[in-house]
C-alpha cells in the first residue's frame, strides 16, 4: 500500500500541548496500541447502557490495564492468568442471563471478548483481528437501536476503525494523525456509493434485518386487550412514540382526534377485558349497520413495532384497510387487527369520517351483552343507576353522570389511591381521584346498572403537531379510554367521561392536564423547561426538528420495505427509460468528465504538461514515445528520423531543457522562464 509521505519540514511551528507533546515522543508500537484502544472504546461505549454493570466494568477496567502496559512499556500478562479470568467471565455472563444464547448474552460476551483480546495482543495479526472483532461487535449496535443517531456514531467508529487498519499498514515514516484519518475518511466515502447502490437495488426481505427471532419477541410498552386500575396511568410516563400520523386532508381538531384500538366489553368486577368476538375478513359483518355524513378525511400512520396485533385508526374509519403483505380482521367492534404480532414498523392508510351513525337499527336483545354486570358488586354504585334508570331517558342518564363529574370535586390524576374490591365504589364515592381508564370504567358500569348498553374503548387521544414536517406524533403518554353508549336509533355513541373533568386533557393535551412535577421538587424551577407547552423555545425547536429528522430516517430508510423498493424501482425505471432521461444522463456524465479532466490538467505540473504535449504531438507525426524511454533516447530517435533540420533542433533542446528540469538541480529562480522556454520549444516542434 503505498501512500504520500508528509514533508516533515511543512509542519506548522506551533508549540504541541502536553498531551500532543507526550504522543509525538512515543514509540510507533505505543502509539498505534492506543489508537487501537481509542477505537475499540467508541465501539464498546454504546453497548455499556444495556449490558449488565459488571460486564461495563470489566471492560473498562481492562481497557485501562492495557493502556497502563502500554505507557509503563510492561509485559502483557501470561496466559495462565487470562484464561481463568476468561472462564469466570463466561461465568458471569451465564448467572446474569441464566443462558449463553441470544442477542444480550452473545454481545455480552462478545464485548469481554474484544476487551481481553487487547491483552493478547502476540504478533501482528492479533492486531488484524481486534480491528475485525469491533466491526463485528459494531453492527451489534443496530440490535439496539437503529436511529439516525446511532448510524451517525457508528459512521464516525467506523473512520476511526480504519484510521487504525491504516496505520498498521505503513512501515516507516507514518503521516500525521489528522492525515491518517482524512484517508480513511476518503475509503468510507468511497465506498459510500457502493453501499448505498446496494441498499436500494438489493432485493429486500420481509421482515427485521436487524432482529433475532427471539428478540423480535421482546414485550414493549403499549395498549393492550385488558383494562385494570392503573393500566394505562403508567403508559403516561412513557415519550415512546406509539405512530406519526400525516393527513393528506385538513387535520380534524384536537378534540375529534380520538385513535380507537381495543373495545372491552366484559367485566369481573375488577378488569376489563375482549369479549372475544369472531374477527371477519374485511367489510362490515351482517347485521352492523353504519351511516357516514360529510367528506372523510385522508390519513396515513406509520406505526411502531408493538409486538400487538390491534391496529389504531381515526375513529370512525371503515374496516376495509389495505395493507400489502398483510393479512387483515376486523370484528362487528370496529376493531382492527393484523394475523401476527407487529415486530416491525407498519405504514397504512384510512379513510375516516368524524361523522357517523353505528347499529341505529339494531334491537335492545342484541344489544343485551353490552348490559352485562357481574352479580355481588358495588352496591353503591347500583343504588345510583336505580335513580338514573328512574329518568326513563339514556340520554338524561348520560347528562347526569356527567353533571356528576363536573360538579363533584373529582380529581383528574396519575396517582390515584388504590383501591379494594368495590373499585367502582369506592372511586365514585370516596377517592373521587383517577385518570383516564378509573372515569371511563365507573361511567360504563353506571350505564349498565342503568339498563343502557355500554362498553370500554381504548386507544389513544391527542398527539403532538411537529411543525417541521407536518406529522402528527402519537406517545404512549396520549394513551386513554373512554366509552361508547348504545342509544337506540342514535346507535353507538361516543362519551368521554373524562372531558367533564379534565377538558384540557382533551382539548389540548396530558401536560396541560397535569403539569409536570418541578425540577428537584423546587417550585421555583417549575416551568423552567417545560417542552410540551412552551412550543416557541429553542429547545422546543431543537426537539422538533431532531423528531423531524429521525422521522424521515424512519420513513426513507427503515422502512424501505420490499413494496416500497418495488415501487421505487419502477417509478426510476419509468423515469430514465425515455430518451430525454438517457440524454440528460449523458450530458451529465459528459459535464463530470470534461470537469474531471480539466481539475486533472489544472493539477499538472507546467513541466510535464508540456511533456505530455510534446509525446502526444510526436505520436501524431508517427514517432510516438516508447513506455520504457527516456528523453535522451527519445531525442537520440528523433535526430534520426527524417525531419528538418530546425524541428530536429527545437525538439534537441526541448528534450535537453525538459530533462534539466525534471532530473536537474532544482532552480526555483529560473524556473519560470525555463518552462516559458520550453513551451516556446514545443510550438517550434510541431
Known sequence: MKHAVPDAGALPAAAPTPVLGLVARMTRDKADTLLLLLA???VLLPHFAHLPLWTSITATLTLAWRAAITLLGRRLPPLWILLP?????????YLSFRTLLGRDPGVAMLALLLAFKLLEMQARRDLYVVVFLCFFLLLTDFFYSQSIFTALTMMATIVMLLTALVTFQYTGIVPPLKQRLLMAARIFL???????????????????LWGLPGDAR???????????????????????????????????RQNQLYWRGVVLSNYDGRTWTRS?????????????????????????????????RFLFTLEFTEPDLRIP?????????????VMEPLHERLRYRAKAYPDFSLQGEASPARTAQWRQLPPGFNPRALELAASLRALDDPQAAVRAVLRKFRSEPYRYTLTPPALGRDAVDEFLFASRAGFCEHYASAFVYLMRAAGIPARVVTGYQGGELNPVDGYLIVRQSDAHAWAEVWLGEQGWQRVDPTAAVAPQRVEQSL???????????????????DLQNDRASWLSWLRFNANAINNSWNQWVLDYNPERQRNFLAELNFALGNWRSALGLALVALLLFAAQRLRAGRGLDPVDAAYQAFCRQMARRGLPRAA?????????????????????????????????????????????????????????SR
Open 40 to 42: 475499540a472504546l467508541m
Open 218 to 252: 421482546s414485550g414493549r410498552t403499549g395498549i393492550s386487550d385488558t383494562m385494570a386500575p392503573g393500566s394505562l396511568s403508567s403508559l403516561a410516563a412513557s415519550d415512546d412514540v406509539a405512530f406519526r400520523v400525516r393527513f393528506l386532508d385538513p387535520r380534524p
Open 325 to 337: 403483505g398483510q393479512r387483515l380482521r376486523s370484528s362487528d367492534e370496529l376493531e382492527s387487527y
Open 190 to 208: 468511497v465506498a459510500a456509493p457502493l453501499g448505498l447502490l446496494l441498499f436500494v437495488a438489493f432485493p429486500r426481505i420481509q421482515g427485521p
Open 628 to 684: 520504457d524511454e527516456g528523453p535522451r533516447s527519445y531525442a537520440a530517435r528523433l535526430l534520426a528520423a527524417a525531419l528538418p533540420e530546425d524541428k530536429k533542433a527545437a525538439m534537441k533542446e526541448f528534450l535537453e531543457l525538459y530533462g534539466a528540469l525534471k532530473y536537474g538541480v532544482p532552480d526555483s529562480g529560473g524556473r519560470t522562464h525555463s518552462v516559458k522556454r520550453l513551451n516556446t520549444l514545443l510550438m517550434q
Open 276 to 308: 372475544g368476538r369472531p374477527l371477519y375478513r374485511g367489510g362490515l359483518p351482517a347485521g352492523l349497520s353504519i351511516h357516514l355524513r360529510g367528506p372523510g378525511i385522508r390519513h396515513e400512520i406509520t406505526m411502531e413495532p408493538s409486538g400487538k
Open 511 to 529: 401536560a396541560r392536564a397535569i403539569p409536570a412535577e418541578p425540577p428537584f421538587g423546587l417550585e421555583g424551577l417549575a416551568g423552567l423547561v
Open 85 to 93: 479470568v476468561s472462564v469466570l467471565a463466561m461465568g458471569g455472563v
